[in-house]
């Protein structure tokens, strides 16, 4: 027992060095029997880039911006008599609409009837008093003639004062008259256009103060949207450069986006206005939108509401039209060569927009790389991820 017990030990002691032995000489066979990989030259297949031709191109310009709608004609209603109120248009009232020429409201006209036939009598009495002065001054006439011939009359004896008097009399009674009738005309208020009430104070039986007051009405027929313009914009708008500021009715549309659905209105250029905003400093120009109340297929166009305008602008002439993404340190834009290589070139940004920038400097059918290169230089190889189609390749 004890021998078999010592060969135990002993095969315990030596086993891990034997393995390890093992472990090396299989190790090392493995590296003595393995194959070198086998050498490829190196390839530069280029840098992957993205890009697109271009062409020259007459390119109208639309000026994007907002503003807010104001009524083209105002007007706050006061009588310029006074009285109690017997008539009153049924839409006399917040939000109601009104036609050109119909009647407004109606001021008790008993007072201005009797002042008017009041002033016709004067006038009558004045004309009598007229009458009577000219037949005396020709019978004096005639007396002097008799008496004296041809010499001068005096021009008390001839009533030439009298006379002058009784004319200034009749002629005061003339405007008495033409006043009065003036004031029974005004008892009657009517609209001078469509409108709609925005406010109104008054009501049946109210007694009526001259120069007051009652009513604030806008025109239906034209709205006006003040559009705020950043100075540097202005000359892209067709606007005649004489004082007038007028704009050659040129096109514009207004637009207001609810609920995912956008509403629009024709609209032409009417003027700048003098003076810039005092709290941007940016231009301001004036777009006119008839009919802004119509309801045919959308919403009316409210007084107050702020809406998005496209202003239609001048039209550049061959120009090259790039993503914004293709400008290089805002002066260059890199192009692709025949043999597929970077060049960069220098160029004129003749304007920039939200998505795109309008330039020179190009040649049609040139290609410009719009997506990023790190480390870009001139002459580096270029691979394009649309290779597989060949067409707007440079080849």
Request: charged residues 20%; hydrophobic residues 40%; contains cysteine.
């Amino acid at each position: 027992m004890s021998r078999t017990a010592s060969n135990n030990t002993l095969t315990q002691k030596w086993l891990p060095l034997i393995v390890l032995i093992a472990a090396l000489v299989i190790t090392i066979a493995l590296i003595r029997s393995r194959h070198a990989p086998t050498k490829h030259p190196f390839v530069d297949r280029g840098t992957l880039v993205e890009g697109q031709q271009v062409v020259a191109q007459n390119i109208p310009l639309r000026i994007k911006a907002t503003g807010t709608v104001q009524p083209r004609q105002q007007l706050r209603l006061s009588p310029q008599v006074g009285g109690n109120v017997i008539s009153l248009h049924p839409q006399l009232r917040i939000g109601g609409q009104i036609n050109a020429g119909e009647l407004l409201l109606s001021i008790d006209p008993r007072d201005y009837v009797l002042a008017r036939n009041k002033a016709q009598n004067v006038l009558s009495s004045a004309r009598l008093q007229f009458e009577q002065v000219t037949n005396q001054a020709e019978v004096a006439k005639s007396e002097w003639l008799s008496i004296n011939g041809d010499l001068p009359q005096p021009p008390l004896a001839a009533y030439t004062p009298q006379l002058k008097q009784a004319q200034a009399g009749v002629k005061a009674a003339k405007a008495d008259v033409e006043q009065a009738e003036l004031n029974l005309n005004r008892t009657k208020l009517y609209a001078l256009y469509d409108c709609r009430v925005v406010s109104e104070n008054v009501d049946l039986g109210q007694n009526l103060m001259a120069g007051a007051e009652i009513a604030l009405l806008i025109g239906t027929k034209q709205a006006e949207v003040i559009v705020p313009i950043p100075i540097d914009e202005l000359p892209w708008l067709k606007i005649d450069k004489s004082t007038k500021g007028d704009m050659n009715q040129s096109t514009a549309t207004v637009s207001i986006t609810t609920k995912g659905k956008q509403f629009s209105w024709p609209a032409t250029f009417d003027r700048t206005l003098a003076n810039v905003d005092e709290h941007g400093r940016m231009s301001r120009v004036i777009v006119t939108v008839n009919s802004p109340y119509s309801t045919h297929k959308q919403l009316p166009l409210q007084m107050g509401m702020f809406v998005d305008v496209e202003l239609d602008g001048i039209t550049l002439e061959q120009m090259f039209s790039l993503p914004r993404s293709a400008l290089r340190d805002e002066s260059t834009l890199w192009l692709a060569d025949k043999q597929q290589r970077l060049q960069i070139q220098p160029i004129t940004v003749i304007r920039k927009e939200q998505q795109r920038i309008l330039v020179t400097g190009l040649s049609t059918d040139d290609y410009v790389i719009t997506s990023a290169i790190s480390g870009a230089a001139n002459g580096m190889k270029l691979r394009f991820i649309s290779q597989e189609h060949t067409a707007g390749v440079p080849q």
